[in-house]
Every structure is written in structure tokens, then in C-alpha cells.
Nanobody, 113 residues
């Protein structure tokens, strides 16, 4: 089970940190990631971190967002800086294991003045 938290209302240029707490160990997961879905749009990958620690980001967030994980705490994070109104979306955490996908509930991020 994945539990996402940390969303909220923030002004443009502001920062937020999202957390995704797993009910079990994340050590053996093949990868974890953050996806987002804006109203009327498809769910898209934002950032992903593999078991080896390799990361990849959507072009739109490169240089602004940072994905990380704490294996001891079984938690994944997404640090979001320089937020823009177009970052407004519901953010979902995801885990991959043996070709299966697991999803947490979403957390809403609203960037507005």
C-alpha cells in the first residue's frame, strides 16, 4: 500500500515536498515514480527512480523537481521547486515490481496566486 501526502496550495515560484510512504519495504522494488494528472488530461510520468538509484524526469520538470527515496523509512519523495501554474494536478505515487504496477491515492497540488 502506498500513501501519498504533502500536496496543497502554493503560489507560483514556491516549493512543496511530496511524500509516498509504503506499507512494506521498498528495497526490492524495481522502481518507484511520481505521475500527475491535470483535469481533462491523461496521467503522465513526472519522475522515476529505479532500484539502482537511476532517475529520469519529464522535460517539463527537469531542473526544478527532485525525486529521492529513504529505504529505511520506506518512503519516496518529490521535491518541487519553482512551481508553475501548469504544475497543478493530482500527483500519484507508483511502484513497480515484477512488471506489476501499484498505485497510491493522489495528492492535489494547486499552484495559484
Amino acid at each position: 500500500q502506498l500513501q501519498a501526502s504533502g500536496g496543497g496550495l502554493v503560489q507560483p515560484g514556491g516549493s512543496l515536498r511530496l511524500s509516498c510512504a509504503a506499507s512494506g519495504s521498498i528495497f526490492n522494488l524495481d522502481a518507484m515514480g511520481w505521475y500527475r494528472q491535470a483535469p481533462g488530461k491523461q496521467r503522465d510520468l513526472v519522475a522515476r527512480i529505479t532500484k539502482s538509484g537511476s532517475t529520469n524526469y519529464a522535460d517539463s520538470v527537469k531542473g526544478r523537481f527532485t525525486i529521492s527515496r529513504d529505504i529505511v523509512k520506506s518512503t519516496m519523495y518529490l521535491r518541487m521547486n519553482s512551481l508553475k501554474p501548469e504544475d497543478t494536478a493530482v500527483y500519484y505515487c507508483n511502484a513497480e515490481l515484477l512488471s506489476r504496477q501499484y498505485w497510491g491515492q493522489g495528492t492535489l497540488v494547486t499552484v495559484s496566486s
